[in-house]
């Protein structure tokens, strides 16, 4: 079936941003210096974590393979989106735009369940903080970080499979920068309501099941810190969840803004969004973590000093 796919139809066309031909090169450097920030930083947090013994507990560890599957999911598209803007070629081929489907579902969804993962961490850190060592064992961090790739794999899976039997139109543009599901699905000659059936179920569960654990651990939280209410006990709440806080509503802030509560001139929200998920967060929250965080200030503090000294 793939190969018949792609025998009817080899490339797919990508159509970018709507941006104006003058203002091309100001895009193509504003994204360029946003994706090299977003590497950077993010491979700056694994190398704090990874070289500094203080940052081995849990929370870090999945900060981690946050950081990690940050970086892979702006490498996913954005290096294919600036190599069009510089060559003004739109062209991406049949396997490329299915393998581009694939890897964004995957890592959108790890991305997802990783701030539940974390969530949960918070929740046991400030309403179980006697029996934190004893919970969150090592053998349940690891658990949890390979059930949300096996379950990402799975759903990124899901949607690829019941994509390639469908045969495509002449059309071949795409009105993104991204081979985005949706604008394949309207693209396709095929009747595609069983994939419709399938972006319901699956998305919803990979979407509003992480909201719920996450805000079931706040609400936990909450209840926790003003059984007992103390100013200190309410800085340590923010001082320990601040971060992620930030990230999760900067998160779900934009899904909800965009899809939920649309604007009348709503025509590029999922080119907006993709945005948004690929570069604008993944850029911040290396700046969120380090900024809020005082551990990570002292090991990059630590980090610098032992560069400084081995210079010299």
Known sequence: MWTENQSSISEFLLLGLPMQQEHQAMYFAMFLGMYLTTVLGNLLIILLIRLDSHLHTPMYFFLSHLALTDVSFSSVTVPKMLMNMQTQCQSISYAGCISQVY?????????NLLLTVMA???YVAICHCL??????????????????????????????????????CDNRAIPHFLCDLAALLKLSCSDTSLNDLIIFILGGMSTILPLNGILFSYVRIGISV?????????????????????????????IFGLY??????????SIIASIVYMVVIPMLNPFIYSLKNKDMKRSLGRLIKRVNSSCK
């Open 260 to 269: 939920f509560f649309p604007s009348p001139s709503n025509s590029n929200n």
């Open 131 to 168: 029996h934190y060592t004893t919970i969150m064992r090592d053998e349940l961090c690891v658990f949890l970080v390979i059930g949300s790739w096996v379950l990402s794999c799975a759903i990124a899976l899901s949607h690829t499979l019941f994509l390639v039997p469908l045969s495509f």
């Open 120 to 122: 949960y961490d918070r």
């Open 103 to 111: 890897f964004f579902i995957l890592f959108g969804c790890l991305d």
């Open 226 to 254: 003003l059984r007992v209410p103390s100013t200190k006990g309410i800085y340590k709440a923010f001082s320990t969840c601040g971060s992620h806080i930030s990230v999760v509503l900067l998160f779900y802030g934009t």
